[in-house]
């Protein structure tokens, strides 16, 4: 019976390993171990469960299996667009500025926001918390690295969101590889955090957390929103993904929306 | 889909949920259009979202969707699957395993094989499937290619298929 089998699986990887997939999207996260599953050679998922507890090479390839998310930069163009229209005034009214980027993954939507404050002339007074769970990505986001292959659609992304600038400006290119600006990099702090087991780590004025909450199932969406909640100023903005909302959360009521289509939302005093 | 839906009544209950391969950028003035003519109600679906009778959804772009087995949607954004997203494999896989016996899994006009091992899944998990006649199909890949790997319950054309869904539904209502 495969839900038990993963069930078990999961409480393994969080007794184990302090990573807790339990309250993740059920649908979602059998698809991943199933794909887990068929890619290792294993043949059941029991097998995946002893593997885990005793090859911490393999409990590390399914921590990655389990939580790779695909990020462009500037995704949701039209997000972007309402960004600059609707909350970079409100950030201005700011002496300083502190933004959470909650769940960054490999770093392009950080970058995205870096571009944006810079191109703004906020980016001096501005600290950028760039955070994920995944050490990897995390990794991989502090060095800016991206494919040159990539930038053709980033590029597009940038000028439909009103970027006006020579998008190649912001990064040089090296053969297959693009690496983005010293200047993008200054103000941002990588650093890992866990939006299921880990609590506020400083107030700020701006959170964004798009993509990362789908993943969650309902109960878990509310903890994190409460997090979030926490973790804002009053007149705060939080901004998610373009289909999730605080519909279904305890916090509903806490915030009016700035942009109900692009899901960007003011924390009430 | 526009004939589909200006053909299926009004008490259709059976929840509908389309998969369509749609450009990430799309807006959904489409959808708009689309319930003009229709006389179910059709919505992109919101996360989390619960399935309910009488609701035409569809999948947004530059998402995957799943449904869990409490009968709400999930979206995902994991790689593109058969250059899709969302994909028909994605979708009717995790509607086989919520759903199982209870699913009728349609493929109409396409031009790639994405639905393919889905419409296998929904038939292993015990589900009804249905093809468009690739003669009549505007592309018929999509519906040629589930043709070719597994024994399909009924291959019809549109309005063939829309008569069968009403049928079995009335079926369903009339137990």
Known sequence: MPELEISLLLEAVYQKYGYDFRQYSEAHIKRRIMNSKAMSGLENISQMQSKVLNDEAFASKLLQDLSITV??????????????????????TYP?????????????????????????????????????FNQQAL?????????????KEYTTNYQLSGGKESFSGYYTSNYDNVIMNQSLKKNIVWANHNLVTDSVFAEVHLILCRNVLIYFDRNLQNKVQRLFYD??????????????????TDLNEEYTELDKKQRIFKKDY | MKIMFSLLPENFSTPI?????ISAHSDNQWIKLLNDKSNLPI??????????????????PNYH??????KTFSLTIDERVNYARPSIDVMFESAAEAYKNKLIGVILTGSNNDGTKGMKRIQECGGLTIVQDPATAESSYMPASVIAAMQV???????????????????????
């Open chain 1, 231 to 248: 973790s804002l100023v009053n007149g705060g903005i939080l901004c998610l993904g373009s289909k999730e909302s605080l519909r279904f």
């Open chain 2, 43 to 60: 919505k992109e679906t919101d996360e989390k979202e619960k399935i309910e009778r009488g609701n035409v959804y569809i999948a947004p």
């Open chain 1, 71 to 92: 990020t462009e930069m500037f995704r949701d163009p039209g997000f972007y667009k309402s960004l600059r229209e609707n909350v970079i005034p409100v950030l201005k």
């Open chain 2, 17 to 21: 949920i389309i998969v369509q391969h």
């Open chain 1, 139 to 151: 990794s991989q986001a502090k060095e800016g690295i991206f494919s040159n292959s990539m930038m």
């Open chain 2, 153 to 175: 319950d009924y291959v019809l054309p549109l309005n063939g298929i829309i008569a069968l869904l009403i049928k079995i539904t009335q079926l369903q209502f009339h137990k």
């Open chain 2, 65 to 70: 969707l799943l449904i869990e087995k409490d």
């Open chain 1, 96 to 132: 300083f500025i502190k933004i959470w980027h909650a769940g960054c993954s490999t770093g392009e939507e950080a970058y995205s926001m870096a571009i944006i404050m810079q191109e703004e002339g906020l980016y001096d007074r501005t600290t950028i918390y760039a955070t994920d």
